[in-house]
């Protein structure tokens, strides 16, 4: 955190007293980060392989299976134990822990898909018999990338929005107010699923979407933030000293209105998760095939004589978005202006 | 005066802490507040007067500690009882009223409900019963006892309606002993007397005991009976009101009794030139409007005012609150729009804006009242004096900004650390050398002062209106004077402009003025403030006569 700067330091320092809203935080960014690895978790190509004394790096590569000695020109399957056979006979083959990545099917099955749990397939597999650890390992990374991505977004243009609206005040704070109004009345489920029943959306087309509607949860609070902060002595004197309008609002209210648009912003990115599992959960979401929590709960719900599938994916959800409420408590205490008025008292 | 049997309220060994016992906000505080009489707790912000008397209503800040040998009231040791009877005590043994009337008073109930709700809680008493009960206590506090009055909600009231709601609060369950915390100090001067003069027939009507914090000395040296000055958390010296105020026996005491404002400007050249001039100045804001699509008719803020100031010369601009002073103060630096014209170093401010303004900026600068708002938490010092050098003095490099910063800093006496620290850790004096230095950085012609010393204890005032009038000295500046508090405009201003409703109602030479004021208006605000004048030890001059 801004080490200078002493607000931010107590700020850091009430947020550390919530232990569990910083365990959680913690806990979360690992988990984030594992998933930002989830090539080298769970991947039907194993990490490093060594052949014939060199060395080759599938994760990041696409070789033949001539490279190996093999027939065809296509890419190298690695799961097929012919390649495997090959390989082994001259080096060895690095495997990441989960054999599997999010569409690799398990062909091998000895009982129809979805397959239970079982030491192959630790939390068993889809109907498709793709394994469902794998895939919820993608998909959890895919959730909160989407989710990241939409809440920075949508805050950057609610924040603008919301400080030239209180900035400026009188007509453009109004007109701007009535049409916030009208627009985040639109029901956003049916206009994607009217929209998405000619478009084929994908991750970004998506994303566009969500963020027409999206943008608006934090104009009212900036905006109200802007109107109190611009009457305040120190803008005041800002003015009366000829700094210019953009550096004013930069250097001297917004630093102050983020205090309250932080506090908003977990819980920004808990409800875009939520969306989107919505949407997928209900066919209307990412493209079929993409790992998807969504998709999976969907699964479950009709695949209901095997609950594996619909209990990780409710576990996993329930994790991640218990994990994201608390860390968002911890930070609103830590930026609750009172708590702070009186530390400073 | 004859020594009751016991005291009606005292209390021995009082100390409060919020960290550490060994560091006591309020340090073995003895004192005795008896029926009918009233005791004024005296001493500068931070000196814990206010928790003292907070204490006695267990109303102490959350994570403070309290210990006591006693607190007694009518002899009978209120520590001993259980929490529950201890909160009876408020709003019926003892009646509180605090500083500030607009938030003391709850903005959704009406005065019938601000009222009635302790004896609701107290006495239990039936509908019918509080309402004539409240109409009484209106009556008492010189109100208007009418249904009408009942029905008014707190932004219907004046500043000074709103402290005799509460003082009517205060004494809805008849309490013997009433806690005044600052009880005028949000209000303008004429008001303050009424209210203290009403305060002091209830006392005698009542019998009541009053325990009076106070940092005013000249209001305390006329209702309080006796004085007790805290310095620190410790009280320094006790005694009777005029025995304490005409020969003071502590340090600290004689102090405060110098720290009334006194002086006077440096005498001006008599061919200074004129540096601004302002003709017409007028700014409207929108009014109620009439019915929904009725017009809403133009209220006059500043109206068709005219001034002028020379070079190194200080205008004091006095008038009650809502008089349009800190308006005028805002259309002359043009950060609000006016009609008529601003000419500054010859140049008619009036028809620039924007960019074209913005080189003028330069020669006039602000500092305003409040120590904590004026400043951003979030900037350093150093950071918060060298933005006029940014926007003013681009080919300045980082080295030049921070020396000039450096130094002007240690001119206006900030400690020479102070450029990279916070706001936080200064105290109210101390950000208002700040501000100060913030205005002075691009070295103005003309510095506009919006009641600068207002918020400021008395001895620090005294500092800051030295340091201001050095600064004139040594930069030949020019002061807009904004201030309600006539003590503080004396001591600097040559000349002296009386605002009302927007309008100047009467402008001259500052001691003609206070000698032989011509308007009712003026000689009513002179009395207010010079009526309690203080006669400190060494002999300061005596209120000015009627």
């Given at each position: 955190?801004?080490?200078?700067?002493?607000?931010?330091?107590?700020?850091?320092?009430?947020?550390?007293?919530?232990?569990?809203?910083?365990?959680?935080?913690?806990?979360?960014?690992?988990?984030?980060?594992?998933?930002?690895?989830?090539?080298?978790?769970?991947n039907?190509?194993?990490?490093?392989?060594?052949?014939?004394g060199?060395?080759?790096?599938?994760?990041?590569k696409?070789?033949?299976?001539?490279?190996?000695?093999?027939?065809?020109?296509?890419?190298?399957?690695?799961?097929d134990?012919?390649?495997?056979?090959?390989?082994?006979?001259?080096?060895?083959?690095?495997?990441?822990?989960?054999?599997?990545?999010?569409?690799?099917?398990?062909?091998?099955?000895?009982?129809?898909?979805?397959?239970?749990?079982?030491?192959?397939?630790?939390?068993?597999?889809?109907?498709?018999?793709?394994?469902?650890?794998?895939?919820?390992?993608y998909?959890?990374?895919?959730?909160?990338?989407?989710?990241?991505?939409?809440?920075?977004?949508?805050?950057?243009?609610?924040?603008?929005?919301?400080?030239?609206?209180?900035?400026?005040?009188?007509?453009l704070?109004?007109?701007g107010?009535?049409?916030?109004?009208?627009?985040?009345?639109?029901?956003?489920?049916?206009?994607?699923?009217?929209?998405s029943?000619?478009?084929?959306?994908?991750?970004?087309?998506l994303?566009?979407?969500?963020?027409?509607?999206?943008?608006?949860?934090?104009?009212?609070?900036?905006?109200?933030e802007?109107?109190?902060?611009?009457n305040?002595?120190?803008?005041?004197?800002?003015?009366?000293?000829?700094?210019?309008?953009?550096?004013i609002?930069?250097?001297h209210?917004?630093?102050?209105?983020?205090?309250?648009?932080?506090?908003?912003?977990?819980?920004?990115?808990?409800?875009?998760?939520i969306?989107?599992?919505?949407?997928?959960?209900?066919?209307f979401?990412?493209?079929?095939?993409?790992?998807?929590?969504?998709?999976?709960?969907?699964?479950?719900?009709?695949?209901?004589?095997?609950?594996?599938?619909?209990?990780?994916?409710?576990?996993?959800?329930?994790?991640?978005?218990?994990?994201?409420?608390?860390a968002?408590?911890?930070?609103?205490?830590?930026?609750?202006?009172?708590?702070?008025?009186?530390?400073?008292a | 005066?004859?020594?009751?049997?016991?005291?009606?309220?005292?209390m021995?060994?009082?100390?409060?802490?919020?960290?550490d016992?060994?560091?006591?906000?309020?340090?073995?505080?003895?004192?005795?507040?008896?029926?009918?009489?009233?005791?004024?707790?005296?001493g500068?912000?931070?000196?814990?007067?206010?928790?003292?008397?907070?204490?006695?209503?267990?109303?102490?800040?959350?994570?403070?500690?309290?210990?006591?040998?006693?607190?007694?009231?009518?002899?009978d040791?209120?520590?001993?009882?259980?929490?529950?009877?201890?909160r009876a005590l408020?709003?019926?043994?003892?009646?509180?009223?605090f500083?500030?009337p607009?938030?003391?008073?709850?903005?959704l109930?009406?005065?019938?409900?601000?009222?009635?709700?302790?004896?609701?809680?107290?006495?239990g008493?039936?509908?019918?019963?509080i309402r004539?009960?409240?109409?009484?206590?209106?009556?008492?506090?010189?109100?208007?006892?009418?249904?009408?009055?009942?029905?008014?909600?707190?932004?219907?009231?004046?500043?000074?309606?709103r402290?005799?709601?509460?003082?009517?609060?205060?004494?809805?369950?008849d309490?013997?002993?009433?806690?005044?915390?600052?009880?005028?100090?949000?209000?303008?001067?004429?008001?303050?007397?009424?209210?203290?003069?009403?305060?002091?027939?209830?006392?005698?009507?009542?019998?009541l005991?009053?325990?009076l914090?106070?940092?005013?000395?000249?209001?305390?040296?006329?209702?309080?009976?006796?004085?007790?000055?805290?310095?620190?958390?410790?009280?320094?010296?006790?005694?009777?009101?005029?025995?304490?105020?005409?020969?003071?026996?502590?340090?600290?005491?004689?102090?405060l009794?110098?720290?009334?404002?006194?002086?006077?400007?440096r005498?001006?050249?008599?061919?200074a030139?004129?540096?601004?001039?302002?003709?017409?100045?007028?700014v409207?804001?929108?009014?109620p409007r009439?019915?929904?699509?009725?017009?809403?008719?133009?209220?006059?803020?500043?109206?068709?005012?005219?001034?002028?100031?020379?070079?190194?010369?200080?205008?004091?601009?006095?008038?009650?609150?809502?008089?349009?002073?800190s308006?005028?103060?805002?259309?002359?630096?043009?950060?609000?729009?006016?009609?008529?014209?601003?000419?500054?170093?010859?140049?008619?401010?009036?028809?620039l804006?924007?960019?074209?303004?913005?080189?003028?900026?330069?020669?006039?600068?602000v500092?305003?009242?409040d120590?904590?708002?004026?400043?951003?938490?979030?900037?350093?010092?150093?950071?918060?004096?060298?933005?006029?050098?940014?926007?003013?003095?681009?080919?300045?490099?980082?080295?030049?900004?921070?020396?000039?910063?450096?130094?002007l800093?240690?001119?206006?006496?900030?400690?020479?650390?102070?450029?990279?620290?916070?706001?936080?850790?200064?105290?109210?004096?101390?950000?208002?050398?700040?501000?100060?230095?913030r205005a002075?950085?691009?070295?103005p012609?003309?510095?506009?002062?919006?009641?600068?010393?207002?918020?400021?204890d008395?001895?620090?005032?005294?500092?800051?209106?030295?340091?201001l009038?050095?600064?004139?000295?040594?930069?030949?500046?020019?002061?807009?004077?904004?201030?309600?508090?006539?003590?503080?405009?004396?001591?600097?201003?040559?000349?002296?402009?009386?605002?009302?409703?927007?309008?100047?109602?009467e402008?001259?030479d500052?001691?003609?003025?206070?000698?032989?004021?011509?308007?009712?208006?003026?000689?009513?605000?002179?009395d207010?403030?010079?009526?309690?004048?203080?006669?400190?030890?060494?002999?300061?001059?005596?209120?000015?006569?009627?």
């Open positions: 955190m801004g080490s200078g700067n002493p607000i931010w330091r107590r700020q850091w320092r009430a947020f550390r007293r919530n232990r569990r809203g910083f365990w959680s935080l913690g806990l979360f960014l690992v988990l984030f980060v594992l998933s930002l690895g989830a090539e080298f978790v769970a039907d190509k194993p990490v490093m392989v060594q052949h014939q060199d060395l080759y790096f599938p994760v990041f696409t070789y033949p299976e001539t490279t190996f000695g093999g027939l065809f020109e296509t890419e190298a399957n690695y799961r134990p012919y390649v495997a056979e090959l390989i082994e006979d001259d080096g060895w083959m690095l495997w990441p822990p989960i054999r599997y990545s999010h569409d690799t099917i398990n062909y091998e099955l000895t009982v129809p898909a979805p397959a239970p749990p079982s030491a192959e397939n630790w939390l068993g597999t889809d109907d498709q018999g793709r394994d469902v650890l794998a895939r919820l390992i998909g959890f990374r895919l959730s909160v990338l989407f989710g990241l991505i939409l809440t920075v977004t949508s805050s950057l243009i609610g924040i603008a929005v919301g400080a030239v609206q209180g900035y400026y005040g009188g007509w704070d109004l007109g107010q009535r049409f916030v109004e009208i627009w985040s009345s639109m029901p956003i489920l049916y206009l994607i699923i009217v929209i029943s000619f478009v084929v959306p994908g991750f970004w087309t994303l566009l979407i969500m963020l027409l509607f999206s943008w608006m949860t934090l104009v009212d609070l900036v905006r109200a802007f109107l109190r902060c611009r305040l002595e120190y803008v005041r004197a800002a003015q009366a000293m000829g700094v210019r309008t953009p550096v609002l930069f250097r209210m917004l630093p102050n209105a983020m205090v309250a648009t932080l506090t908003y912003l977990p819980f920004v990115l808990n409800a875009s998760v969306l989107l599992t919505s949407l997928d959960f209900i066919g979401g990412l493209p079929p095939g993409s790992p998807s929590l969504g998709e999976l709960l969907g699964q479950g719900k009709a695949n209901l004589h095997a609950p594996w599938l619909g209990l990780s994916a409710f576990v996993t959800l329930a994790v991640m978005l218990s994990l994201l409420v608390f968002g408590e911890a930070i609103r205490d830590a930026f609750d202006p009172r708590k702070y008025n009186d530390a400073a | 005066m004859t020594p009751l049997p016991s005291h009606l309220l005292r021995e060994d009082l100390s409060v802490w919020f960290d016992p060994a560091r006591p906000a309020v340090d073995r505080v003895s004192l005795s507040v008896d029926a009918g009489r009233t005791l004024a707790l005296v500068e912000s931070g000196s814990g007067k206010s928790l003292t008397a907070m204490s006695v209503l267990d109303l102490l800040p959350d994570g403070a500690g309290r210990r006591a040998a006693a607190i007694e009231l009518d002899g040791n209120v520590l001993d009882w259980p929490a529950k009877r201890r408020r709003g019926g043994r003892i009646g509180t009223i500083q500030e607009l938030t003391a008073l709850n903005p109930h009406r005065v019938e409900r601000q009222i009635g709700e302790a004896m609701q809680l107290h006495q008493l039936g509908r019918a019963a004539q009960r409240c109409l009484n206590l209106l009556e008492q506090v010189e109100l208007p006892a009418t249904e009408d009055m009942l029905k008014r909600y707190p932004h219907q009231l004046s500043g000074g309606q402290q005799r709601v509460m003082i009517a609060m205060a004494l809805a369950n309490p013997a002993l009433l806690i005044a915390d600052e009880p005028t100090t949000a209000l303008d001067v004429t008001i303050q007397e009424t209210i203290l003069d009403l305060l002091r027939r209830l006392q005698r009507e009542r019998n005991g009053i325990l914090i106070s940092h005013d000395l000249g209001l305390v040296a006329r209702y309080a009976d006796d004085v007790a000055v805290m310095h620190q958390g410790r009280i320094v010296e006790t005694g009777a009101t005029a025995r304490v105020l005409e020969q003071p026996e502590h340090d600290y005491t004689r102090h009794l110098a720290a009334e404002p006194a002086g006077h400007p005498p001006l050249t008599a061919e030139p004129t540096l601004l001039d302002a003709q017409g100045l007028s409207h804001f929108k009014g009439r019915g929904w699509f009725g017009r809403a008719a133009p209220l006059a803020a500043v109206d068709d005012l005219s001034l002028t100031l020379r070079r190194g010369e200080t205008l004091g601009v006095v008038g009650e609150s809502g008089s349009g002073k308006t005028l103060a805002l259309a002359l630096l043009r950060l609000i729009p006016a009609a008529g014209t601003v000419t500054l170093l010859d140049q008619p401010l009036d028809r804006s924007g960019a074209a303004l913005r080189p003028w900026r330069r020669h006039m600068q500092v305003f009242q120590p904590f708002g004026s400043l951003n938490p979030r900037l350093s010092v150093g950071r918060a004096v060298d933005e006029g050098l940014r926007v003013h003095h681009k080919t300045l490099d980082a080295a030049q900004r921070a020396e000039r910063t450096r130094a800093l240690e001119e206006v006496g900030l400690p020479a650390d102070a450029a990279e620290r916070y706001p936080h850790e200064f105290s109210g004096g101390q950000r208002q050398r700040i501000a100060i230095a002075l950085i691009v070295e012609e003309l510095l506009i002062l919006d009641e600068p010393t207002s918020a400021l008395r001895s620090v005032q005294a500092q800051v209106l030295d340091l009038k050095t600064l004139q000295a040594r930069h030949g500046l020019s002061y807009l004077f904004i201030s309600h508090d006539l003590k503080v405009v004396r001591a600097i201003s040559h000349r002296l402009l009386v605002m009302r409703h927007g309008q100047v109602v402008h001259g500052t001691e003609q003025v206070f000698r032989d004021p011509r308007q009712a208006y003026t000689r009513r605000l002179i207010a403030a010079y009526n309690r004048t203080v006669t400190a030890g060494g002999g300061e001059k005596q209120a000015v006569a009627h």
